[in-house]
């Protein structure tokens, strides 16, 4: 049985001439531009008359520079390396001198053919940095998610110039699985363009980079981490800052920056960047200014959101709670298309979505079958242009 939740007291809206779909990715099964599309042609399928508009968006994670690439950004294509070193071509998003970086893209879970918890490195964001700044940008922004790696940003640091070294002085090329034996850092080779740049950091997630709710013990095990691999990670990460804080050179609060939130965030690649200057942002929010969503809203009256999941996060600043937010106030009505959700009818309806489609309550097969995940989210978008076709509230409270 499909889910769908009107609010119950909404007040009535005039017909929508204009819908916006404006939905991110259902992970490991659609893209955003793929949802997005999907819904569109159902809409227009159902004959009535809407004007259509399609916005893909992402919040930093997967399919972040596909989305900036579709919203007019220029692709700029260089060479960097995956988690475990093997050369990788990837497109990086100029929108004039800001460049945004995909981390998802470089060293995520999808370019590896196998888990490697320990031996992931976070050079090729390092090489992907140098690279932005090679090509003139005065403003890098890294999207963070979906990373492989948990070296807390070591890989990315080496990559742009610091050096690592032991007990003996020998270098030490970092990953998870070498962090114990650094002793010692070497800030001077340090790429000075990073002194004239702005970082910034897309991250949605609040996990600081150590303890219970940290890198490893969280997003180990999603990364493939035993659990006796997840506390060698922890002891890694753990040692790796208490150097970093007794660092002569380059004096740093590092235990601090391990206890600010979202310094957790891809493995700890947040934590590094912090450690050379970077700010963090809602990544939501970010992606949906340098989208010019708010533009997209103009003489829109009908938003359609969404997600491969709502749940008690949604809230916390996930897409479609930021695109839901931007577009209740421009006097939008908004409704969310999700693979599945565990929100009650209040906390949906709290978030500002006047109804939700729920794909698993028509077919839970969709979860494993893209073709079938497709052919949903058409029908759905039938449904939503028959249910939004005019504007009494007792027409729209009534689920098809």
Request: charged share 20%; hydrophobic share 40%.
């Amino acid at each position: 049985m499909q889910r769908v939740r009107p609010a119950t007291a909404a007040p009535p809206v005039r017909t929508p001439t204009r819908v916006l779909i404006a939905a991110d990715k259902f992970k490991g099964s659609m893209t955003a531009d793929a949802v997005t599309s999907a819904i569109a042609r159902g809409i227009e399928a159902s004959g009535l008359s809407f004007r259509v508009s399609a916005l893909p968006v992402a919040d930093g994670g997967d399919g972040t520079v596909d989305a900036a690439l579709q919203s007019g950004f220029a692709p700029v294509t260089i060479r960097t390396v995956d988690a475990l070193g093997a050369a990788r071509e990837v497109v990086l998003a100029r929108d004039g001198d800001r460049i945004l970086i995909e981390t998802a893209s470089i060293c995520g879970m999808a370019t590896m053919s196998r888990p490697a918890p320990l031996h992931g490195s976070s050079a090729g964001v390092g090489q992907a940095i140098s690279a932005a700044l090679d090509h003139g940008a005065r403003s890098v922004i890294i999207g963070l998610g979906g990373s492989a790696t948990t070296d807390g940003g070591s890989g990315m640091l080496g990559a742009l110039g610091v050096v690592f070294r032991d007990d003996s002085g020998q270098v030490v090329n970092p990953s998870g699985a070498t962090l114990a034996r650094i002793a010692a850092v070497d800030w001077s080779g340090l790429d000075p363009r990073l002194a004239e740049v702005r970082l910034s950091l897309l991250c949605d997630v609040s996990n600081p980079l150590l303890g219970p709710a940290g890198a490893a013990r969280i997003f180990g095990p999603q990364k493939g981490a035993t659990p006796g691999q997840v506390e060698a990670l922890e002891r890694g990460l753990t040692h790796f800052v208490d150097v970093l804080a007794q660092s002569p050179e380059n004096p740093i609060d590092a235990h601090t920056l391990a206890g600010t939130p979202g310094s957790g965030a891809a493995g700890g690649i947040a934590f590094g960047a912090l450690c050379i200057g970077a700010d963090r942002q809602s990544g939501a929010d970010v992606m949906l200014e340098l989208l010019r969503f708010d533009e997209h809203l103009t003489d829109t009256d009908l938003v359609v959101t969404g997600e491969g999941r709502l749940d008690a996060q949604t809230a916390g600043g996930k897409v479609p709670q930021v695109v839901t937010e931007r577009a209740v106030r421009a006097g939008c009505t908004v409704v969310a298309v999700v693979g599945s959700s565990t929100l009650t009818d209040d906390e949906a309806h709290a978030i500002g979505f006047d109804a939700v489609y729920e794909l698993v309550g028509r077919d839970p097969r969709c979860a494993d079958d893209p073709a079938l995940t497709e052919s949903l989210l058409r029908d759905i978008g039938r449904a939503i242009a028959h249910r939004y076709r005019s504007s009494p509230a007792t027409e729209r409270a009534s689920p098809h």
